[in-house]
């Protein structure tokens, strides 16, 4: 059965520091990769996906992610976080075949002003 | 274009009772996943609607649990009878079909007492 590990659950951060949050994976065929993002009193939304080509995605409001087969990680990034970055933040994994969208446990990101 | 709509936002009930909860996906839209999400875990699917039929209900406790999707539309989820670890949040997702991106809802946030 396939799993998603997300390794920190909380990541404290001042303004303009950068941000790596970890995902890794588990599951023997081809996947299709996503971060989500809830804000504060908000819904599950999309940050950015991955399907197939260049591995090194870019999402919205800065954010990219990268897909490294080998280590089944799908690592997200920021070079520069703001105060509106305050949220919780999803890795979840679909099968290619079915789109069984199997999330990981979240970290919340707090970002001091 | 409009976005998932779920309702009730809140629900409070007596362990034992039943509780329905209702969806509807954005138009056109031919995938429909409920998800439960336990505070402080990520979304964990319960049960997955390709139109009208089920691709996915592995998760989903069948003996107190029940979900349909009749007319390939809108969707009710059903918790009979209720009991305290039911607490949580039943979020309602559509995607146009699978492998494509995931749209949540609001959620319906669950109190059993």
């Known amino acids: 059965a396939q799993s998603v590990s997300q390794h920190n659950h909380h990541v404290i951060l001042s303004e303009a520091a950068s941000l790596e949050l970890g995902c890794n994976y588990s599951y023997g065929g081809t996947v299709n990769l996503f971060w989500y993002v809830q804000y504060p009193g908000q819904h599950l939304q999309l940050l950015l996906k991955y399907f197939s080509g260049d591995p090194l995605v870019k999402g919205i409001k800065g954010f990219e992610a990268e897909f490294i087969k080998s280590k089944f990680s799908f690592n997200l990034r920021k070079p520069s976080v703001q105060w509106s970055d305050t949220a919780e933040y999803f890795c979840?994994?679909?099968?290619?075949?079915?789109?069984?969208?199997?999330f990981g446990g979240g970290t919340r990101v707090l970002v001091k002003p | 274009e409009a976005g998932v709509a779920q309702s009730p936002r809140y629900k409070i009930i007596e362990k034992r009772q039943s509780v329905a909860f209702w969806c509807n996906p954005i138009?056109?839209?031919?995938?429909l996943y409920w998800y439960q999400q336990i505070l402080g875990q990520g979304p964990k699917l319960l049960i997955q609607f390709q139109n009208n039929g089920v691709v996915d209900d592995s998760q989903l406790p069948k003996d107190r649990f029940s979900a349909e999707r009749l007319k390939g539309v809108d969707s009710t989820l059903k918790i009979q009878p209720a009991k305290l670890e039911d607490s949580a949040v039943y979020l309602c997702?559509?995607?146009?079909?699978?492998?494509?991106?995931?749209?949540f809802g609001q959620g319906t946030r669950l109190t059993v007492v």
């Open positions: 138009s056109g839209h031919a995938t």
């Open positions: 997702a559509s995607s146009f079909r699978t492998n494509t991106e995931a749209f």
């Open positions: 979840a994994l679909g099968e290619a075949a079915g789109n069984k969208l199997t």
